[in-house]
């Protein structure tokens, strides 16, 4: 199998160098020049995907639609262009209907976990009608996709919706120990988190939607406080500040 791999940079590099060494034939580009082991270069996106049967776009979703453009005249009909990129529901859409008008197939690549560590074996989620091609071509190279039923946008949807909760997470972790550092309690609080966080079940998520609605008015004036309280300690109140207007939003809303 012919394979294209646009951009090698940290993500890109790591899965073209595992096709190459899966005994895929594999050509890549990346402006900065990048050379990778087993990967024949290729001057431009035109030039590396001229004769590919599949093609890997793994630049950034700000590149995606140039990579596209770019590649598009030289691109045989038929064959399956791949945006494995994080971008927006509605971008892959534009990009599949842009590839459409030239009988050019366009998967929705949704990578599930960091691919440092992992390659081409980092779990992936794929959509489009040409879904099922994607991942009967990539399985047999030592990949693990998984086929998303829908059209192009549904994997990247569930990579980003699930995104809002770990990277919400991960911010919210980040200011309060911030804040607990500033207030000189930072070990007592990193233990309270790992203790709530260590507690959770299935359960926890019913109790977090349904409190939070139930008890809106005296979280939001909680949090109103706590908002405070970082602006005290020179620590900016982003997420803070963020679950203080959602609260408000609740509060105020009408009854259903």
């Given at each position: 199998?012919?394979?294209?791999?646009?951009?090698?940079?940290?993500?890109g590099s790591?899965?073209?160098?595992?096709?190459?060494?899966?005994?895929?034939?594999?050509?890549?580009?990346?402006?900065?020049?990048?050379?990778?082991?087993?990967?024949?270069?290729?001057?431009?996106?035109?030039?590396?995907?001229?004769?590919a049967d599949?093609?890997?776009?793994?630049?950034?979703?700000?590149?995606?639609?140039?990579?596209?453009?770019?590649?598009?005249?030289?691109?045989?009909?038929?064959?399956?262009?791949?945006?494995?990129?994080?971008?927006?529901?509605?971008?892959?859409?534009?990009?599949?209907?842009?590839?459409?008008?030239?009988?050019?197939?366009?998967?929705?690549?949704?990578?599930?976990?960091?691919?440092?560590?992992?390659?081409?074996?980092?779990?992936?989620?794929?959509?489009?009608d040409a879904?099922?091609?994607?991942?009967?071509?990539?399985?047999?190279?030592?990949?693990?996709?998984?086929?998303?039923?829908?059209?192009?946008?549904?994997?990247?949807?569930?990579?980003?919706?699930?995104?809002?909760?770990?990277?919400?997470?991960?911010?919210?972790?980040?200011?309060?120990?911030?804040?607990?550092?500033?207030?000189?309690?930072?070990?007592?609080?990193?233990?309270?988190?790992?203790?709530?966080?260590?507690?959770?079940?299935?359960?926890?998520?019913?109790?977090?939607?349904?409190?939070?609605?139930?008890?809106?008015?005296?979280?939001?004036?909680?949090?109103?406080?706590?908002?405070?309280?970082?602006?005290?300690?020179?620590?900016?109140?982003?997420?803070?500040?963020?679950?203080?207007?959602?609260?408000?939003?609740?509060?105020?809303?009408?009854?259903?």
């Amino acid at each position: 199998m012919r394979i294209a791999v646009l951009g090698l940079g940290e993500a890109g590099s790591l899965i073209a160098a595992d096709l190459a060494a899966a005994g895929a034939d594999v050509r890549g580009y990346d402006p900065k020049g990048v050379a990778v082991d087993g990967v024949q270069p290729r001057a431009g996106e035109a030039e590396a995907v001229t004769d590919a049967d599949l093609v890997l776009s793994v630049n950034s979703s700000h590149d995606a639609m140039t990579a596209l453009g770019t590649a598009l005249p030289a691109l045989r009909p038929g064959t399956l262009w791949a945006d494995l990129n994080t971008a927006s529901p509605g971008l892959k859409v534009s990009l599949a209907e842009r590839a459409a008008a030239q009988g050019v197939p366009v998967v929705d690549v949704a990578l599930m976990s960091p691919v440092p560590g992992k390659g081409l074996r980092t779990p992936m989620l794929v959509s489009g009608d040409a879904a099922g091609r994607y991942a009967g071509a990539l399985r047999g190279l030592g990949a693990e996709v998984t086929v998303q039923p829908g059209p192009v946008g549904e994997a990247i949807s569930r990579k980003l919706l699930r995104s809002v909760f770990y990277k919400g997470l991960a911010a919210a972790v980040v200011e309060a120990l911030t804040a607990a550092e500033a207030a000189g309690c930072a070990d007592w609080l990193r233990g309270n988190i790992g203790t709530e966080l260590a507690a959770f079940d299935e359960r926890t998520i019913d109790r977090l939607v349904e409190g939070t609605r139930t008890h809106a008015r005296r979280r939001a004036d909680e949090m109103a406080a706590a908002t405070e309280q970082l602006a005290e300690l020179g620590v900016p109140a982003r997420v803070a500040a963020a679950a203080r207007d959602l609260l408000v939003q609740l509060r105020d809303a009408p009854p259903a």
